[in-house]
């Protein structure tokens, strides 16, 4: 399979490219740097605005684009939610429009995220329910996926939105984990959370998610549709609190957990997938359980510290 990849030197577009990678796929990176960085092992092409894309597009006849690139922080959204409507969905127009003009037709993969759903109603939550974003960053992922829903209807483009819940990975150093891990292995006696701990998330190992989103490309034919919106989670409610301690169990270090109990309103409290869509499409797929991904993370960056 030939796959395109736009925002390669980002968390979600590197891991699911080298995954793609290693398991022998065409991969090409595209971004604005001059190139891919030293762990991007394949090919790599830099794009300035939507027409260098659909140059690259129709040279390349990529079977599918995967849109990797854009914002990836709610509390950078509320701090400047212009420059995130830039960067989310003024970049997802020009990447759909971008495949409309180059007269080739990829499946277009959105990655989107669980903030559209804002504070469900009731959980789990499944793809039907009505998206009500609490924050500018899961406005804009609304709006992506609108834009979407759009150039499937009217330009007939072939479009698979994934609704990712919270992602973690060793090559993430930014976020929750990332941030908790920093506070563990440091030499700080006492590790902060910046809510009560009981603030709960949906979590998923890089390496599942990319499985997932693999294997769900294959599907889509098979689906009879040209716009299809999944939900790419576990499926399992984790408090942030328990995450925090099944961390500092696998670092080694007896440290003490307190939380500050700040509660920002552009957060959600509560999350988790209902991946019933998922698993009737991948009957086969599971997620690892949230401890064997935190190890593999905090491995990673033990070594990386060493």
């Not at 490219?17 to 092409?45: C, K, S």
């Not at 959980?123 to 804009?140: C, K, R, T």
């Not at 919270?166 to 809510?195: D, H, K, N």
Request: proline letters at 5%; glycine letters at 8%.
């Amino acid at each position: 399979m030939r796959l395109l990849i736009t925002g390669i030197s980002g968390f979600i577009g590197g891991s699911v490219g080298r995954y793609a990678a290693q398991i022998g796929h065409d991969v090409l990176g595209t971004g604005r740097a001059n190139d891919g960085g030293d762990e991007w092992p394949g090919l790599y092409t830099r794009v300035v605005g939507p027409e260098d894309l659909a140059t690259v597009i129709q040279e390349f006849r990529p079977d599918v684009l995967v849109n990797a690139a854009g914002t990836a922080s709610v509390g950078a959204s509320v701090q400047e939610p212009l420059n995130d409507f830039h960067g989310s969905v003024q970049t997802c127009a020009d990447v759909l429009d971008a495949v409309r003009r180059s007269d080739s037709r990829p499946l277009v993969v959105i990655p989107s995220s669980a903030a559209v759903y804002g504070n469900p109603v009731s959980l789990p939550v499944a793809e039907d329910a009505v998206p009500q974003p609490i924050s500018p960053y899961g406005f804009h992922k609304a709006a992506c996926e609108l834009l979407a829903r759009e150039y499937a209807q009217c330009f007939a483009l072939n479009v698979l939105v994934c609704r990712f819940f919270s992602v973690f990975g060793s090559a993430q150093r930014r976020l929750l984990v990332w941030e908790l891990y920093q506070q563990l292995a440091g030499p700080e006696q006492i590790a902060w959370l910046s809510g009560t701990g009981e603030e709960t998330r949906d979590f998923i190992y890089i390496d599942d998610l990319a499985d997932a989103l693999l294997q769900l490309i294959e599907k889509f034919e098979q689906t009879k549709r040209n716009y299809l919106v999944v939900n790419v989670a576990s499926g399992v409610e984790t408090s942030v609190l328990h995450l925090a301690e099944t961390l500092r169990d696998l670092v080694g270090r007896g440290k003490e957990i307190h939380c500050r109990g700040q509660q920002r309103r552009n957060d959600p409290l509560r999350w988790r997938a209902d991946i019933s869509l998922l698993e009737s499409l991948l009957p086969s797929w599971r997620s690892r359980e949230l401890k064997d991904g935190l190890s593999a993370c905090a491995t990673a960056w033990g070594q990386a510290n060493r």
